[in-house]
C-alpha cells in the first residue's frame, strides 16, 4: 500500500446556483514532504469550514484503482491525481478492507480513518455534471477522511502501513452503506454504534439507524 500522490489547493472561487462558492477541490500535485497537520496538510485550504476540514476531515485519501472506473462512466481519460479533491491518491486501501477507526502510518504522520466522503455540489459543478452527486454516492467509491493523531511528514511514495486495526470491524464501504445506501444490517449497526473514531455527526446517523431497527428483545 503507497501513496502516489499528495495534492493539495489554495481556495478559490466558483459560481454554483449563481453565486460565489469558495471551493478547495481544484487539488494538484506537490514535490516532497508535506506535513500533516491536526487540522490539514500543510499548503492546502479548506474553503468551507461547515463541511470540510477540522479535526475528522484533516485528510482525504481516494484509491487510484478507482480511476479507471470513472474515466469510463464519465468518458474522460486521462484523470490525474487530485481529480476528486482528494489529498492523498493512493494504492491497496480500498474502502471494502479499510475500517473505521484504522489507524495508519505514513511518512512520520499517524492517521486513523474518520468516515467516508459524501459527494457535495462542488465535485459536480468541477465535472459540470449535476447528477454526479447521486453517481458518486451510490457507486460506493466514497474515498474516506482521516484526522491526524500525530503530526508528521508525508510525501508521493511513502508506504501506507496499518498501525491497528479497529476492533468492530466496520469496514468504510459498510458504514456507508449503512447509512446512505439503505443497506439492512442490524448486527453491523450494532457495532457501528461502538466506533470511537466516528465523528458526532456520523455518530447521530449510526444512532438513527439503530432507532429503525425492530426490537428483538421480546
Given at each position: 500500500?503507497?501513496?502516489?500522490?499528495?495534492?493539495?489547493?489554495?481556495?478559490?472561487?466558483?459560481?454554483?446556483?449563481?453565486?460565489?462558492?469558495?471551493?478547495?477541490?481544484?487539488?494538484?500535485?506537490?514535490?516532497?514532504?508535506?506535513?500533516?497537520?491536526?487540522?490539514?496538510?500543510?499548503?492546502?485550504?479548506?474553503?468551507?469550514?461547515?463541511?470540510?476540514?477540522?479535526?475528522?476531515?484533516?485528510?482525504?485519501?481516494?484509491?487510484?484503482?478507482?480511476?479507471?472506473?470513472?474515466?469510463?462512466?464519465?468518458?474522460?481519460?486521462?484523470?490525474?491525481?487530485?481529480?476528486?479533491?482528494?489529498?492523498?491518491?493512493?494504492?491497496?486501501?480500498?474502502?471494502?478492507?479499510?475500517?473505521?477507526?484504522?489507524?495508519?502510518?505514513?511518512?512520520?504522520a499517524v492517521l486513523q480513518v474518520t468516515h467516508p466522503r459524501m459527494p457535495c455540489a462542488?465535485?459536480?459543478?468541477?465535472?459540470?455534471?449535476?447528477?454526479?452527486?447521486?453517481?458518486?454516492?451510490?457507486?460506493?467509491?466514497?474515498?474516506?477522511?482521516?484526522?491526524?493523531?500525530?503530526?508528521?511528514?508525508?510525501?508521493?511514495?511513502?508506504?501506507?502501513?496499518?498501525?491497528?486495526?479497529?476492533?468492530?470491524g466496520v469496514t468504510v464501504r459498510q458504514l456507508l452503506g449503512l447509512t446512505d445506501l439503505?443497506?439492512?444490517?442490524?448486527?453491523?449497526?450494532?457495532?457501528?454504534?461502538?466506533?470511537?473514531?466516528?465523528?458526532?455527526?456520523w455518530r447521530d446517523d449510526v444512532a438513527a439507524v439503530l432507532r429503525r431497527l425492530p426490537?428483538?428483545?421480546?
Open positions: 500500500m503507497k501513496v502516489l500522490s499528495v495534492n493539495v489547493a489554495q481556495a478559490r472561487a466558483i459560481k454554483i446556483g449563481g453565486r460565489d462558492v469558495m471551493t478547495g477541490i481544484f487539488k494538484e500535485p506537490v514535490r516532497g514532504r508535506v506535513r500533516a497537520r491536526r487540522h490539514a496538510l500543510d499548503g492546502d485550504v479548506q474553503a468551507d469550514l461547515r463541511v470540510h476540514g477540522g479535526e475528522h476531515k484533516a485528510v482525504y485519501a481516494y484509491p487510484v484503482e478507482h480511476y479507471p472506473y470513472w474515466e469510463e462512466a464519465l468518458a474522460r481519460s486521462g484523470l490525474g491525481p487530485g481529480t476528486f479533491g482528494e489529498n492523498l491518491t493512493t494504492s491497496g486501501l480500498l474502502e471494502t478492507d479499510t475500517h473505521i477507526g484504522d489507524v495508519l502510518r505514513i511518512g512520520s462542488k465535485l459536480a459543478h468541477k465535472f459540470g455534471r449535476p447528477e454526479l452527486i447521486k453517481e458518486f454516492l451510490l457507486s460506493g467509491r466514497s474515498g474516506f477522511y482521516l484526522r491526524v493523531e500525530e503530526e508528521g511528514e508525508l510525501g508521493a511514495g511513502d508506504d501506507i502501513e496499518i498501525v491497528r486495526r479497529d476492533p468492530n439503505h443497506e439492512h444490517d442490524p448486527e453491523l449497526a450494532r457495532r457501528a454504534a461502538k466506533l470511537e473514531a466516528l465523528p458526532p455527526s426490537d428483538d428483545r421480546s
